[in-house]
T-cell receptor
Framework: GESVGLHLPTLSVQEGDNSIINCAYSNSASDYFIWYKQESGKGPQFIID?????DKRQGQRVTVLLNKTVKHLSLQIAATQPGDSAVYFC??????????FGPGTRLSVLP | GAVVSQHPSRVICKSGTSVKIECRSL??????MFWYRQFPKQSLMLMATSNEGSKATYEQGVEKDKFLINHASLTLSTLTVTSAHPEDSSFYICSARVGSGRGTDTQYFGPGTRLTVL
């Protein structure tokens, strides 16, 4: 389930299940979005991006959905694995400038 | 993807000393690099934007005389924490912008530097 931790919301999923991580962005003019994964003690790692002229983009086991009407972004991870445990950040920008990062969601994969 | 390195990965120093952190783009040139600070269980806080050959642009509330940034080349930016105090202890992360020229410039991050000030 989803809960609010000390600072980061946490999503707990069973290994093998699909995960959906949500992000609300603030600027309706933002036209480029990125999802990053940050493991403990490491820098954020680029996962997938999407431009505003698309509403869906798929990668390897990951899918990003964009709903511009409600300014909502989601990251779907298929068949979640223990190695997916991390904090996930969304980032919005306008024409690749002035990136703004969301608060992050901690994904915890249960055995 | 583009590779960004940081050095050192971890540093412990005494209060009052200065610490320099290096950020390098390894396989590309970066005209713009960013410095972030991250507290435990929190998101990234942008400190400053570092532009090659010009002065850095600092975010509101960040002391430019305390956090000195130098972007001496297209592959290197440095952050110097001057007269460090325990409250400066944090995780410092740099990123470099890779330009696509099509409005989809992407930021690639370094592995971060854990600074502990005693």
């Amino acid at each position: 389930g989803e809960s609010v931790g000390l600072h980061l919301p946490t999503l707990s999923v069973q290994e093998g299940d699909n995960s959906i991580i949500n992000c609300a962005y603030s600027n309706s003019a933002s036209d480029y979005f990125i999802w990053y994964k940050q493991e403990s003690g490491k820098g954020p790692q680029f996962i997938i991006d999407i431009r505003s002229n698309m509403d869906k983009r798929q990668g390897q086991r990951v899918t990003v959905l964009l709903n511009k009407t409600v300014k909502h972004l989601s990251l779907q991870i298929a068949a979640t694995q223990p190695g997916d445990s991390a904090v996930y950040f969304c980032a919005e920008s306008f024409y690749g400038q002035n990136f703004v990062f969301g608060p992050g969601t901690r994904l915890s994969v249960l055995p | 993807g583009a590779v960004v390195s940081q050095h050192p990965s971890r540093v412990i120093c005494k209060s009052g000393t200065s610490v320099k952190i290096e950020c390098r783009s390894l396989d590309f040139q970066a005209t713009t690099m960013f410095w972030y600070r991250q507290f435990p269980k929190q998101s990234l806080m942008l400190m400053a934007t570092s532009n090659e050959g010009s002065k850095a642009t600092y975010e509101q509330g960040v002391e430019k005389d305390k956090f000195l940034i130098n972007h001496a080349s297209l592959t290197l930016s440095t952050l110097t924490v001057t007269s460090a105090h325990p409250e400066d202890s944090s995780f410092y992360i740099c990123s470099a912008r890779v330009g696509s020229g099509r409005g989809t410039d992407t930021q690639y991050f370094g592995p971060g530097t854990r600074l502990t000030v005693l």
